[in-house]
């Protein structure tokens, strides 16, 4: 059974900065490509970073890139994402998704539907 779970959710003013945490267990191990993943009220989810096994390659949402990185301990089975300069707009329920690498990960690296296993997300709210 996999299982992922985040947290580092909190309450931040505008240009504050968040580290949330994913820990993996279960059949989802070192082996997986990982995303971040976050859905405001009324909002659609949407990919804001993803990494491939070894943290070699990295993907960005427009709207985070430069404020946002993603990274990994696989001795730790966990994906991190450093929020930095936080705004308004970055308000939203974070989730940690993963699958295992393959070709077809690269193609959409931030599509919703090209992961199989999600967490149950961890709130952030940025207020101005």
């Known amino acids: 059974q996999v299982q992922l779970v985040e947290s580092g959710g909190d309450s931040v003013q505008a240009g504050g900065s968040l580290r949330l945490s994913c820990a993996a267990s279960?059949?989802?191990?070192?082996?997986?490509?990982a995303g971040w993943f976050r859905q405001a009220p009324g909002k659609e989810r949407e990919g804001v970073a993803s990494?491939?096994?070894?943290?070699?390659?990295?993907y960005y949402a427009i709207s985070v890139k430069g404020r946002f990185t993603i990274s990994r301990d696989n001795a730790r089975n966990t994906v991190y994402l450093q929020m930095d300069s936080l705004k308004p707009e970055d308000t939203a329920m974070y989730f940690c998704?993963?699958?295992?690498?393959?070709?077809?990960?690269?193609?959409?690296?931030?599509?919703?539907?090209?992961?199989?296993?999600w967490g149950q997300g961890t709130q952030v709210t940025v207020s101005s």
């Open positions: 279960g059949a989802t191990s070192v082996s997986d490509c």
């Open positions: 998704a993963a699958r295992p690498c393959a070709y077809s990960w690269y193609m959409a690296p931030l599509a919703v539907s090209n992961y199989n296993h």
């Open positions: 990494i491939n096994i070894d943290g070699g390659s990295t």
